[in-house]
């Protein structure tokens, strides 16, 4: 009792002086004093400051988010090479580290289409491998011991994470800071573009989406502002962007045409002169030192639409500084009918001389059937045959969109609400690449950063305005609630607004709904990663009778019993999917790989799996085969097997053999491969 009284006494003691003023001469003399002040008014922030500090903690979170996120595949399996190309750009990778730039870039692959062989150097974009191989080298240069597969696995990821920090600042430059933010946080986990950014899956799309958007980005920062700095920046962009994939035509095409529409509704400026002009030439010339590439820019017709719009812009200019010289009117509108007119005339001669002549080589069937869906199926079955250059189902829209899929229409509206150079461009690149996406499933990828942009800026500005509407009502009814001295206009605004309170609680019941389907998107992004797009094709995974897990890694044993088991100069029969993995894993040569440059060599080993047993073993020796890899999954249900791809073959070989007929595999227009089936299909090769 005495302790508590006496620990009462001092308690209230102590806050009766700490409610008493010190003396400031106290204050003075005290040492730690002035040093604890000035630390405290050092930590406080501004306004601006504090909302910069948040932007970067949301950034670096998204950023680790991206990545993490991309690890299920590492966590569950191992640290692996998925699928089938990233094999082939993993065993490039490997050479490039271990003999040196020119010697992969004048590589002759004798183990790839024997007997014909592969100019590695010549035929491949090589942005993937020397990222890849420049990551590894300046690892090495820090200490960090690590093996180049391990750098390859987790390049995808990398990349991934800065395309966050690329689609932040685009959202930040085409609407605000908030569009932005939201920008990177649903394509960190859209699986749309996880697809194919997963651990392990080094493919050239892993860096070439980052690519892509940051080229546009550049792009249209140059259009804003008109500086010659973005524009060389987004030229260097595009260059970066040839060198790791194919997909460069959309880029040297939507420009183009977003060009074009600014300048047919009247938005021509110096800044628009200014970006294209650079991004274009310097672009171009850049684009020319990858060989593959060479001298399609001016040679090919997929890249005519690039140079049009160039020469048009020059007309323009042209114009622009003859109706500054001219006063008169009527004079400007003859000439310029005039110039018009010779100009696109002089045009359609010069495309059509350069098309007769052969000097512009026409479209290729790629570019085709990405117009036309059917095409491929018609006149190219080696493109049709690969199941992600198939239509895209609605499902599978939903799969990888989620609610995208509704508030990318959301996100057009506000764009169109608030037209300016850089929506216009935003809903261009939207518009354009869904249509393709539709056409051709893998081309969802390219869709993405897309749909997330735009979704974004539905969700930034759908939130800004519900959160303004709760502001401003709290704001009216405080000021209503003052003193008695208010003037009765006030009094009488906050009636009113006390008397919709409806507003109110349906902007709260909108905001409520908005995160809810924000964290089902989220929940939704993470399963589908989890679950469809972290197993590597290379291993399979299965649930036995009883639940348990089950792992068939029959591919990786079947490489290594061919390295272990067959002469080093051996050469391998198979059909085209499995090419790059015996090269890579069992070391051996094969005839046809995926690559699928040569149609007629593919062929001939479509014609040999499909042609009697007799017929085959003399096609297969004038390959010089000494084995043949097929595979058969019936055991396990694999759906994915040599069976379900053999009318490909009959197809493909049909096309170049007239002697393979279809309707001689089927019964009853039918396919079949049991007892029943038709006696072609079941005496062949296959």
Request: aromatic share 16%.
């Amino acid at each position: 009792m005495v302790s508590n009284k006496v620990e009462a006494t001092s308690s209230a003691s102590a806050v009766a002086a700490a409610a008493k003023p010190q003396d400031p001469k106290s204050q003075m003399s005290d040492p730690t004093f002035p040093t604890l002040t000035n630390l405290l008014k050092s930590l406080k922030l501004k306004t601006k400051q504090q909302e910069f500090l948040i932007r970067v903690t949301i950034l670096c979170l998204v950023y680790i988010l991206a990545f993490i996120t991309r690890l299920f595949s590492v966590l569950r399996y191992e640290s692996m090479i998925h699928e089938f190309d990233p094999y082939f750009n993993y065993r490039t990778t490997l050479y490039l580290t271990e003999k040196g730039f020119y010697e992969f870039w004048n590589w002759f692959d004798s183990e790839s289409w024997y007997p014909l062989g592969r100019i590695i150097g010549g035929t491949l974009y090589p942005g993937l491998m020397v990222t890849a191989a420049l990551i590894y080298w300046g690892l090495r240069m820090l200490s960090f011991a690590v093996h180049i597969r391990e750098v390859c696995v987790l390049t995808a990821p990398f990349f991934a994470s800065n395309t966050t920090i690329v689609a932040y600042f685009f959202g930040k430059e085409i609407w605000d800071t908030g569009a932005g933010l939201v920008a990177a946080a649903l394509i960190a986990i859209c699986p749309g573009y996880i697809s194919r950014s997963v651990a392990g899956s080094y493919d050239n799309e892993g860096v070439a989406i980052f690519a892509l958007l940051l080229t546009f980005y550049l792009f249209v920062k140059a259009v804003n502002t008109g500086s010659l700095a973005w524009s060389l920046s987004s030229a260097f962009g595009y260059f970066y962007m040839v060198s790791a994939w194919g997909g460069y035509v959309f880029i040297i095409n939507l420009i183009p045409l977003y060009v074009l529409v600014l300048l047919i509704t009247g938005r021509y400026s110096m800044r628009l002169y200014i970006a294209y002009n650079c991004m274009y030439v310097l672009g171009m010339l850049l684009a020319m030192q990858i060989r593959f590439v060479g001298f399609q820019h001016v040679q090919s017709g997929e890249h005519m639409a690039a140079m049009g719009v160039f020469f048009l812009i020059q007309v323009f200019y042209f114009l622009d500084w003859v109706k500054y010289l001219l006063s008169d009117t009527k004079l400007f509108q003859t000439f310029l009918r005039i110039t018009v007119t010779s100009a696109v005339t002089l045009g359609v001669v010069a495309l059509g001389v350069g098309s007769a002549s052969g000097y512009i080589s026409p479209w290729t069937g790629r570019f085709y059937s990405l117009l036309d869906p059917t095409y491929a199926k018609d006149h190219i079955p080696i493109i049709a045959s690969v199941s992600e250059h198939q239509p895209t189902a609605w499902s599978s829209f939903m799969f990888d969109f989620h609610i995208l899929l509704f508030l990318f229409p959301a996100g057009l509206y506000f764009c169109f609400k608030r037209l300016s150079d850089a929506t216009i461009f935003i809903v261009m690149y939207g518009l354009t690449s869904m249509y393709f996406a539709g056409v051709m499933v893998r081309l969802i990828l390219v869709a993405t950063p897309a749909v997330c942009l735009i979704s974004a800026i539905a969700v930034s500005a759908t939130i800004k305005n519900l959160t303004s509407l709760l502001r401003s009502k709290s704001k009216v009814v405080l000021s209503g609630s003052g003193k008695g001295s208010a003037s009765g206009k006030a009094s009488s605004k906050a009636a009113v607004d006390q008397s919709l309170p409806s507003q109110r609680n349906v902007a709260i019941a909108l905001l409520m709904g908005a995160f809810y389907m924000l964290s089902r998107y989220v929940i939704h992004c993470t399963w589908v990663t989890s679950e469809a797009y972290s197993s590597p094709s290379i291993v399979l995974a299965a649930r036995g009778a009883y639940g348990n897990r089950v792992i068939f890694d029959d591919y990786r044993e079947a490489y290594y019993w061919l390295r272990q088991n067959t002469p080093t100069d051996a050469k391998i029969m198979s059909w085209w999917d499995y090419g790059y993995q015996i090269t890579a894993m069992g070391n051996r040569t094969v005839i046809v790989d995926n690559n699928t440059w040569n149609n007629t060599h593919i062929a001939t080993v479509g014609r040999a799996m499909s042609s009697y047993e007799d017929e085959a073993y003399e096609i297969m020796q004038s390959l010089d085969v000494d084995y043949v890899l097929v595979v058969f999954g019936g055991v396990t249900g694999y759906s994915s097997d040599d069976i379900n791809k053999f009318l490909w073959m009959v197809r493909i070989g049909g096309g170049v053999f007239p002697v393979i007929k279809e309707p001689d595999y089927l019964v009853n227009g039918e396919y079949r491969v049991d007892k029943g089936a038709a006696p072609k299909m079941l005496n062949c090769l296959m």
